[in-house]
Structures are given as structure tokens and as C-alpha cells.
């Protein structure tokens, strides 16, 4: 049985039992239980709060009275004081269901800067549980002001049948949002700064009171469209990235709180950097040229958007290590000296603002394995030759000598040449060096070879001058 019902039962009972003519000895056992459960009866408590409620400056705001274990309530009879220079009342809203509500007129309430609510239905009661009793409606200028419940006394809020019901009390206060935060100062990086990278930070500084910011970045300055336009920001700062090289873009902040938002702040640009160089193109020596100088110079393609280049030789086609390493600000460059008959790899790579760009596809190329082809003076050879190479055996240079007819001995003009070349092999038929690969006008030459690198052992060697052919045989001793 309800507490409150059972404690307004008692009382009448009591009543009635007093009257002797209705009251008979099997009634007695029936009264003892109703006084002894009456004597236990605990009365309800109820709970009233005006809660804290913040509001935009000269708006309207509507102030619940929240209740909770509000039941059985016959009447109640409150006083809410406010400060009449922040809020100005101006009535009552969301009234109980049933019964009278009668309050303060506005214009007593707002001279006395105070609500008187009461409230008298003990035939029906408020069962509301736990809610808004009602709405206290108020305009609102600016400032603070508490909402207190005044001149509280045990019969504020009564049952049925008038008895008191215990209550506690939460006063509130109406304060403003606060006005919006100040526009952002754009920090970093500093307003037209170039060479920023396509990964970076943009910075704000914090304005007052500011709860979140929104970053919007554009190519275009009036912001027609926005690469980014991040609105959930809560920190003064953002990382931007995937932005194009070499292209000038916009940015700008705005600052929010619960109050509202500030303008934008003043645009600024920045330039990221250029993107790194292509690949150049090698274009001499060509790949897997011989006979190639000690000194050799090497060339490749300029690149507009270069600034230097890094040339790197090594004699292993992975690199692992060089004998040439540098940077040139031109597009070739002579190197040397290299080793006799070695094959070397070179490659290219462009630099610029942006860094270095990728290496070129290697290249490779041999180098000569004689000193010098002397053409020696006197009459033109009516015959092709080739000679014992002296001395024989050698340790590690020897000289070979060759001679090219005039080409009149075949009809031909007697500026003209042949096409010489004279190659050296091992036993194994090998070729280990080529020491002549061009043409030669008609006459006798001679050339020294450097076998530095080559093992002690019978090698041959081969002199191609048109249809003619000679194969020798020496032998290196080391």
C-alpha cells in the first residue's frame, strides 16, 4: 500500500473508531494492524531544482523547475527571487495538469524582483514522479543573476490531506554564453613563405573563449573552391597534406564557442616546393663504348628545372662503391685518370630545391687498353702487315706494329682508309682487349699495350684491315 495513502487512511479510521456504535470485538485485530502499520508510515521527500541555464544576451529564456519523487501533492506554495536588472519575468509555462496555478502578475514580480507560486488541489494531487513542474519564463538583458527559493517553510508542500511534505531545494543561476571569440592571428608559416613542403603545419594562436576553429585552404584567393574546409577542429593548429609542388596556395581561420563564431581572419599564402627533377638522359660516350680515354668526357641532357647534377662512376653495375662521386652545376663533365682496359658504369641524377630527382639508367663503357696508335712517317705500304709484337715474351707492355695499304694498290682514291681493328685474345679464344676499332688512312703504326691486369699465358692477337687478316701469337711472363 502507497505510503501517503495508507498515512491519510489512518487518521479517518481513527475517526471513525472513536464513534462506539460501529465498532465491534472483530474489529479490534483489524485496528491493532492499522496502528501498527500507521506508526511506520515514513512520509515521501521531494526534490526541487532551478538549474544552471545560459543564454545569449537580450533573448528570451524559458527556466524549468525540475522535481523528482513528486507525488501525491495536494498543494504547494513556493517563492523564486531573481535580479530584476538581468531578468525581466514574464510568466509561467508547461502549468500542471489539473488544479489552480496562481503567480506573481509579471509587473509586481518585476518590482520586487520575485515569483510567488502556488498551486491547491487536495481532491485530485500531483503525481508527476520526476520532471518539469513548470516553466518560469524570463527576457534576458546580460550579466548573471541567481534564481533562489525564498521563504521556504515545512507547509510549503503539502499531501492531501495538508500534511507536510519534506523537500529539499537546488537554487540555479541564468548567466550569458559570453560573446564570441576573436578572429584568429595566422601564425605559421608566415604569410607568402616559399619552399614549404607539401606535408606541413598551419598554426593560429588561440583567441579567448574559443572552443573550435575552421581551416580553409584554397588554390584560388577569393576561396571559390577549398582543397580542405575542416570544421571540427578543437586545437589552433592542423597538418595539411597531398598539396601539389610548386603551387601557391590560401588559407584562412575562423574561431567558434558556444556564442557564436568570429570572421575569418585575414587570408595568407605559401608556395610549396618545386617537385624534385626527372631522370636526365646520358648521351655520351653511348652504352658499351671501348677504347675509351682515361680521361673521358661525360655528357648527358641539361634539365630546365635543374640546378646541379651528381655524376657517379664505379666499376660494379649495383654501385656499391665509386671512383667518381661529385656535383657540377653544367651537363658534362671530364674525369679520369681510370684504369687501363677496365670497364666502368656511370650514371646521372638532376637536384633542385625540390631535392634530388631519380638516376638515369647506368650506362657503361671500357677503356683503352694501350697508351697511344702512332701513325708512323714515310711512304704509304703497298701491302696490309702485321708485325711481332717486341718485345716477345713481355712483362707487362709491349708494342704491336700494323700497316694499312694505300688504297690505290685496290683502285680506290689514295686519301681513303680502311676500317682497322686489332684485338687481343686468350687460349680460350677469349677477347681481353680491343686496342684499335676505327679507320685508318694508309700507313705504318704502331701500338703499346699494358697487360697490368691480365694473368701470365699465351694470348693471340688479330689484325682485321678489310678483306685482310693476321693472327699472331705472344706470350705475357710475369
Request: hydrophobic fraction near 40%; charge should be neutral.
Amino acid at each position: 500500500m502507497d505510503a501517503l495513502v495508507l498515512k491519510g487512511i489512518v487518521p479517518r479510521f481513527l475517526r471513525l473508531i472513536a464513534r462506539s456504535d460501529i465498532v465491534n470485538v472483530p474489529s479490534l485485530s483489524f485496528i491493532a494492524l492499522v496502528l501498527a502499520l500507521g506508526a511506520n508510515v515514513a512520509v515521501a521527500q521531494v526534490t526541487l531544482t532551478l538549474p544552471d541555464t545560459v543564454v545569449n544576451p537580450s533573448t528570451s529564456v524559458s527556466v524549468p523547475l525540475r522535481v523528482t519523487g513528486f507525488n501525491h501533492v495536494g498543494s504547494f506554495s513556493l517563492t523564486i527571487t531573481f535580479d530584476k536588472t538581468v531578468l525581466t519575468y514574464t510568466g509561467i509555462g508547461n502549468q500542471p495538469a489539473s488544479g489552480s496555478l496562481f503567480s506573481t502578475p509579471p509587473a509586481t514580480a518585476n518590482a520586487n524582483g520575485s515569483v510567488s507560486i502556488s498551486w491547491f488541489d487536495p481532491s485530485r494531487g500531483l503525481n508527476i514522479g520526476s520532471g518539469t513542474l513548470l516553466n518560469l519564463l524570463f527576457t534576458y538583458g546580460n550579466g548573471s543573476s541567481a534564481l533562489t527559493f525564498a521563504n521556504i517553510t515545512p507547509s510549503s508542500i503539502t499531501d492531501s490531506l495538508a500534511t507536510n511534505i519534506p523537500a529539499s531545494f537546488t537554487n540555479g543561476r541564468v548567466r550569458s554564453l559570453g560573446p564570441p571569440p576573436n578572429t584568429p592571428i595566422l601564425s605559421a608559416p608566415s604569410n607568402g613563405a616559399a619552399n614549404q613542403a607539401t606535408f606541413l603545419t598551419l598554426s593560429w594562436n588561440a583567441p579567448s573563449g574559443a572552443t573550435g576553429y575552421r581551416l580553409q585552404v584554397s588554390t584560388d584567393p577569393s576561396f571559390g573552391t577549398a582543397v580542405v574546409d575542416d570544421a571540427t577542429l578543437s586545437s589552433p593548429s592542423r597538418v595539411v597534406s597531398s598539396l601539389n609542388n610548386g603551387t601557391t596556395y590560401y588559407w584562412k581561420v575562423s574561431a567558434s564557442n558556444s556564442a557564436g563564431t568570429s570572421a575569418f581572419s585575414t587570408a595568407w599564402s605559401f608556395t610549396t616546393i618545386v617537385a624534385a627533377p626527372a631522370a636526365p638522359t646520358l648521351l655520351s660516350p653511348v652504352d658499351n663504348a671501348i677504347n675509351i680515354s682515361l680521361n673521358p668526357a661525360l655528357t648527358w641532357n641539361p634539365l630546365a628545372e635543374a640546378t646541379s647534377y651528381e655524376l657517379q662512376v664505379s666499376p660494379f653495375s649495383n654501385f656499391p662503391d665509386y671512383v667518381y662521386d661529385d656535383t657540377t652545376s653544367g651537363s658534362s663533365r671530364t674525369i679520369g685518370p681510370l684504369n687501363l682496359g677496365t670497364t666502368y658504369y656511370w650514371r646521372v641524377r638532376a637536384r633542385n630545391a625540390g631535392g634530388f630527382g631519380l638516376f638515369s639508367s647506368a650506362r657503361t663503357f671500357k677503356t683503352i687498353f694501350t697508351s697511344a696508335v702512332e701513325n708512323l712517317d714515310g711512304a704509304l705500304p703497298r701491302e696490309f702487315a702485321l708485325s711481332q709484337n717486341y718485345p716477345n715474351p713481355f712483362n707487362p707492355t709491349t708494342s704491336f706494329e700494323f700497316q694499312v695499304a694505300s688504297s690505290s694498290v685496290k683502285g680506290g682514291s689514295a686519301s681513303g682508309g680502311e676500317f682497322v681493328t686489332l684485338k687481343i685474345f686468350d687460349v680460350l679464344g677469349r677477347e681481353v682487349a680491343t686496342l684499335v676499332n676505327e679507320v685508318c688512312p694508309a700507313g705504318v703504326y704502331t701500338v703499346r699495350w699494358d697487360a697490368s691486369s691480365l694473368p701470365s699465358g699465351v694470348y693471340f692477337y688479330r689484325l682485321q684491315a678489310g678483306a685482310f687478316t693476321a693472327l699472331r701469337t705472344m706470350m705475357l711472363m710475369k
